[in-house]
T-cell receptor, first 116, second 115 residues
């Protein structure tokens, strides 16, 4: 079973629309970490956010916001007033310290296209 | 500027040939990773190394080999035993021996095509 599910394979929106990227995770650990990365056309993944399991506060950074809900095992990412530069593949990832420092498990990614 | 450098960016290989992808970092990071990316498959872990002269297999290590002789270098060899090597390969590193101490830094990737 997938530990990180990003059900939306591709999303297209018109510039200035808001868009939410979904991420559902699966873990038995009480301590874990969730991440979002952005992969622009250049190919390099860029870190966006890390959240630990004990911090359920939503976070806002400019046009980006994240909604962490343990009750539904979700860590969704919203872009407000989208721009063409937001076009990229976005990955959600899970880290479980109990796994002995094994690396992050990534979802399959959501490709976002923002049309001018 | 500090970062991760992968080379070559594009590589073509004939079937049956081994090829080595280079990954160099000047971030003084302890841990380094190799991921493979296929369309619609996300990132899958090939190998990782948390200290020099030590490395562990990831989820899809078959047909690949690595070495970690220097802290800043973690080359990946795609051998002829890898049945479907055409893919985009990403190298990453992180400070400390735990990914939870900070974010992963990625290189720009190497795209390998087998002809």
């Amino acid at each position: 079973a997938q530990k990180v599910t990003q059900a939306q394979t591709e999303i297209s929106v018109v510039e200035k629309e808001d868009v939410t990227l979904d991420c559902v995770y699966e873990t038995r650990d009480t301590t874990y970490y969730l991440f979002w990365y952005k992969q622009p056309p250049s190919g390099e993944l860029v870190f966006l956010i890390r959240r630990n399991s004990f911090d359920e506060q939503n976070e806002i950074s400019g046009r980006y916001s994240w909604n962490f809900q343990k009750s539904t095992s979700s860590f969704n990412f919203t872009i407000t007033a989208s721009q063409v530069v937001d076009s990229a593949v976005y990955f959600c990832a899970l880290g479980e310290p109990s796994s002995g420092n094994t690396p992050l498990v990534f979802g399959k990614g959501t490709r976002l296209s923002v049309i001018a | 500027d500090g970062g991760i450098t992968q080379s070559p960016k594009y590589l073509f290989r004939k079937e049956g040939q081994n090829v080595t992808l280079s990954c160099e970092q000047n971030l003084n990071h302890d841990a380094m990773y190799w991921y493979r990316q296929d369309p619609g498959q996300g990132l899958r872990l090939i190998y990782y190394s948390q200290i020099v002269n030590d490395f562990q297999k990831g989820d899809i290590a078959e047909g690949y080999s690595v070495s970690r002789e220097k802290k800043e270098s973690f080359p990946l060899t795609v051998t002829s035993a890898q049945k479907n090597p055409t893919a985009f390969y990403l190298c990453a590193s992180t400070r400390g021996t735990s990914v939870f101490t900070g974010e992963l830094f990625f290189g720009e990737g190497s795209r390998l095509t087998v002809l």
